[in-house]
Each structure stands twice: as structure tokens, then as C-alpha cells.
């Protein structure tokens, strides 16, 4: 589905962001990509849908090359990607209805967009993907109405809408209290099972990544270093990616280290026993 | 560096290093020798007997100025409507022209960061640089009295003010959400109608409203110049020495400029 080769971004003043990042996700992945803050995570997902113009690399999706596309083709490679944010990006002023429409910006014209005339079929798979996330009936609202995980659910219905191939998820879970990560995080892995979808999702939380994801990539300072299932994500390559830290210690105080990934999925559990 | 190590071993630390604090100090006494040459000029020019005699004068000139000739208030009706008519047609033309030039002036919409955004900048400079009063008197010149001429200086002058501030609010708009709109494969135009105009569109109707305002305000001059409105109305009374009129006339604009400015704070209210 996602084809990443040779990857490299250099940011203006030198400071290089990627280093020959190499990955490949099939479809109906959920990929999660770990790393400490500046390793690269947002930079990565933001070149495979070139927000951020990549210096060198090639990047495939769905077998159409995305790297060296014209004005007019990115946009329509862009339609097959759809994003969600950190802080949601939600435009505040539209309402819930509006801001899930925009998800269609690259398939309506101009005047069909400022008039708000959106195709019928458009309109009912909104109404449906609003339903589905939970939201029923908040159509009308406005979007700086709505809670933290509210508005993490419109900014899934709007990169939903767009029929995407592939999701690029950036720090979904950041702005949100446990229980509506998790929440958040459980209606990923849900839409992603349903269509099929290639998902990259950026995460600090590598406790919440390991309950939801099937794969984990630890990204340090542009390059991938370790590559594997959650279970495989031992205290070594935790410090590998992040650096020295008592790992277990942070995850599951009272158990002895001999898994830590184990321990860690039952402090998770542990926090969502509390959490309910 | 304010931060310095003392002989002792001790860490002090100031606010300003040595050359800050004597640039500073040479900053204010420039600005006290400013203040005194100021004071020399002013001097040299005013007669200080009439200065003596001026509150006698203002108390003299109320004098004539009361009882108000409540009768001229019949010639003043259609001057006032006038006056409205240009500063609400000059404040839509404006924003009319006004509106383009911010996109093309603002850093995150301009199409040609080379090229267009300077020559927009310097419309919006030389708009903003010459008053309406002096707009009028341009165009009154060039295309004769009358409320056109009028309604085109206010135009001419909302330009720069509404380009200004508009381009501002669109270089301070939340770039996350103008992302977002790109990310989902828009074109152009749509991230301007989706990702910027939404987030401008409150300080756009402020902006608006309150330019109405100031151009209820400067129209009521404008007559001087023989822009048409009451200003025309003004000068020809005191042509005349008709105080009683004037007053009448002061009146008039008062209630007007109170009503506008009622009107636009209910407006901005409303919007934000």
C-alpha cells in the first residue's frame, strides 16, 4: 500500500529531520511510529502526503508514485490520504457537518464548495460517518463547541470521508485525558479493520500503541531502529530508540523485569480498570 | 551579556549589560533636548497676546453661537442622508477593492511573494499615507464637486486601512487548520474559502463596521472641500458668520456620529 524508499529530509539550516528511512505498510495495517520528540515521526508522515517536500526518496501509495507529482496530481494523490491531527485542525469557526464535508474539498469544484452544494451521496455518507463516530445529532454545532475527543472524532469523519487508502495519524492521542485516547485509539483500529486501510500513526504513548497497534517502528533522529510486534519491544530497544531510562519503573513498578512489554500491557490494563 | 562572573566567583546577573544602559541613557537625554527645541519652535511662531485673549474669545464666540436657529434644521435633512450615503458607498467600495489587496498582501496567501505582495504593500502604503480630506480635494479638482467625489476619496482612503489590518489577521490565522484543509487534496481557492476565510470573518466584519464608523466621521468634513454633505453646509455658514447655524449643524453631526457608532458596536457584538 505504502511503498517509503530512501527517504531523506533536510530541513533549510541543515538540521536533518530524515536519513535514508526505508518502510513499507500493507494494507489493513495499523503501523505505529515511536520516537522521541525530534526524531522525525512528523516529518515522516508529513512527506508521504508532501506537506513537507522531501529532499530526496521515492514514496509510493497504492502503486502511484506521490514524489516528483505536478500541482494537479498531488492533489488528486492527496485524496487517498487522509490525515488527523494533534490538536485536531479542525477549522473552529465551520460547523461539525462543514468541517467533515471539507474532506471532499479534492473531489467538489470551487463554487460547489463555497456554496456548500455538496453531491447528495456526499452528504449521506456524512450523516453516516458522524453517526458511526459517535456523534449523532451534532451535526449543527459548531466545532469549537465540542470537546477534546469530540473534535478528534470530526477530524477522523473528515479524513474518513475523503476514501482513503491510506491514514497518516499524527500524535491522535496527544491533547486527550486515558480513557478518550483509548476510546480514540479503539475507533481507529475499528475503521482501519473495516476498509482495510493502511494507518501510520505517530505516538508517544507507547503503552497505548502497544494494546492497539500490530506494529511498531521506533524512528531516532531520522533513522528506523527497531522494527517489529509490540511484544518484541523489550527494555533494550526502548532505550535504544529514547535513550537510558528505568523502563520498568515507569511502566510496572512492582513486577520483576523479566517482561516488560508484558508488565507494561498490565499496568495499561490496571489504568483501564481505574479509568472506568 | 548580562550574565557575568565577578572577581569574587560570584555569578551576577543585570538586566542590561554596560553599552545597553548608556544607549538608553543617551536615548532619553536626546528625547529632553527634543522636548526643549520643540518648546523654542512653538515659541517663535505665537503671538502670546491672543493666547491671553483667548478664553475671552471662545466665551464671546459661545455667546453668538446661542440660542441655535432650530430652523435650518429643514436644509439640513438631505445634506445628512448625503453624508451617510457617502461614507456607507465609499466603506463598501473600499472593501470592495480593499479585500483583494489584503490576499495578495498577506505572506501565507499571496500568489507571488516577489512581485504582487510589494506592489500591494505600497497600495495599501500610499492609500493610507493621504487623508480623505486631502483625497477629496485631489479629486474634487480632477473630476469637480459632488458626492462622487466624496465617495471615491473614502474609498480611495478604506483601502489601505481595510488592506492593513485584513492582511495582518490573515498572516496571524491558525496555520494547522489551513494544513488540514490541504492535506485533504484542495485546490487553491478552496483553502482560501475553507481554511482562511473562516478564521478572518469575524475581524473582517469588525474591521468593516469600524471603518463605517471613522468614514461617518471624515464625510461630515469632506463638504469643506465641496466633497457634498453637510460639510458644504458647514462651510457656508460659517462663511457667513451664521453661529446660531453652526451649532445646529455640530448638533446634527454629534446625533449622527453617536447613532453610527451605537449601530457598529451592536454589529461587532453580534459577529464575534
Given at each position: 500500500m505504502l511503498r517509503i524508499r530512501g527517504l531523506s529530509k533536510t530541513y533549510r539550516g541543515g538540521d536533518r529531520a530524515l536519513d535514508g528511512v526505508d518502510l513499507d505498510v500493507p494494507r489493513g495495517q495499523l503501523m505505529a511510529l515511536i520516537g522521541p520528540s525530534g526524531a522525525g515521526k512528523s516529518t515522516l508522515i508529513r512527506c508521504v502526503n508532501r506537506l513537507v517536500e522531501p529532499s530526496a526518496g521515492e514514496i509510493v501509495v497504492d502503486g502511484a508514485p506521490?514524489?516528483?507529482?505536478s500541482s494537479g496530481g498531488l492533489r488528486a494523490a492527496r485524496r487517498r490520504m487522509g490525515m488527523i491531527f494533534q490538536e485536531y485542525a479542525l477549522v473552529e469557526r465551520l460547523t461539525v457537518m462543514e468541517n467533515v464535508l471539507s474532506g471532499r474539498l479534492g473531489y467538489v469544484g470551487f463554487w460547489a464548495s463555497w456554496l456548500r452544494r455538496f453531491p447528495q451521496a456526499d452528504v449521506d455518507e456524512a450523516f453516516r460517518l458522524i453517526e458511526r463516530a459517535g456523534l449523532g445529532g451534532m451535526q449543527d454545532k459548531r466545532a469549537d463547541e465540542l470537546s477534546g475527543g469530540q473534535r478528534q472524532r470530526v477530524g477522523i469523519c473528515r479524513a474518513l470521508i475523503q476514501d482513503p487508502a491510506l491514514l497518516l495519524v499524527d500524535e491522535?492521542?496527544?491533547?486527550?485525558?486515558p480513557k478518550t485516547s483509548r476510546q480514540i485509539m479503539r475507533l481507529l483500529v475499528e475503521l482501519c479493520e473495516e476498509r482495510q486501510l493502511a494507518a501510520i500513526v505517530n505516538i508517544h504513548d507507547v503503552v497505548l500503541a502497544q494494546m492497539f497497534v500490530q506494529r511498531i517502528v521506533g524512528l531516532r533522529a531520522g533513522r528506523i531502529v527497531f522494527d517489529g510486534?509490540?511484544?518484541?519491544?523489550t527494555t533494550e530497544t526502548l532505550t535504544e530508540i529514547y535513550g537510558e531510562e528505568d523502563w520498568a519503573a515507569s511502566s510496572a513498578p512492582e513486577d520483576d523485569d523479566e517482561d516488560d512489554a508484558a508488565a507494561a500491557r498490565a499496568a495499561a490494563l490496571r489504568l483501564a480498570e481505574t479509568a472506568r | 551579556m548580562p550574565i557575568q562572573t565577578l572577581p569574587t566567583g560570584q555569578v551576577a546577573w543585570q538586566r542590561r549589560t554596560m553599552p545597553a544602559r548608556l544607549a538608553r541613557w543617551f536615548g532619553w537625554l536626546l528625547g529632553v533636548l527634543l522636548v526643549v527645541q520643540s518648546w523654542q519652535v512653538m515659541n517663535a511662531d505665537t503671538i502670546w497676546e491672543f493666547v491671553y485673549d483667548a478664553p475671552a474669545q471662545a466665551g464671546d464666540l459661545l455667546v453668538r453661537m446661542?440660542?441655535?436657529?432650530?430652523?435650518?434644521l429643514d436644509q439640513l435633512w438631505r445634506p445628512l442622508w448625503d453624508t451617510l450615503n457617502m461614507a456607507t458607498l465609499g466603506t463598501a467600495l473600499g472593501v470592495v477593492l480593499g479585500v483583494p489587496v489584503a490576499f495578495l498582501a498577506a505572506r501565507t496567501t499571496t500568489p507571488s511573494a516577489t512581485i504582487l505582495r510589494p506592489i500591494a504593500l505600497l497600495v495599501i502604503v500610499a492609500s493610507r499615507s493621504i487623508n480623505s480630506l486631502i483625497w477629496a480635494l485631489l479629486l474634487v479638482t480632477v473630476m469637480g464637486p459632488g458626492v462622487l467625489a466624496g465617495i471615491i476619496a473614502i474609498a480611495l482612503r478604506s483601502i489601505g486601512f481595510i488592506g492593513k489590518l485584513l492582511y495582518e489577521a490573515l498572516e496571524e490565522t491558525d496555520a494547522n487548520q489551513v494544513e488540514a484543509i490541504t492535506a485533504t487534496g484542495a485546490s487553491a481557492a478552496q483553502r482560501i474559502a475553507f481554511g482562511f476565510i473562516p478564521q478572518i470573518m469575524p475581524t473582517f466584519a469588525g474591521i468593516s463596521v469600524y471603518r463605517w464608523d471613522i468614514n461617518i466621521r471624515e464625510s461630515t468634513v469632506?463638504?469643506?472641500?465641496?466633497?457634498?454633505?453637510?460639510g458644504l453646509q458647514l462651510n457656508a455658514s460659517v462663511s457667513r458668520l451664521a453661529w446660531p447655524e453652526v451649532t445646529v449643524m455640530f448638533a446634527a453631526i454629534l446625533c449622527t456620529v453617536a447613532v453610527s457608532e451605537w449601530v457598529s458596536a451592536r454589529v461587532r457584538a453580534a459577529i464575534i
Open positions: 506521490v514524489t516528483g507529482l491522535p492521542t496527544a491533547s486527550l485525558d510486534p509490540p511484544d518484541a519491544l | 446661542w440660542p441655535p436657529r432650530w430652523s435650518v469632506l463638504g469643506l472641500v465641496g466633497a457634498g454633505g453637510i
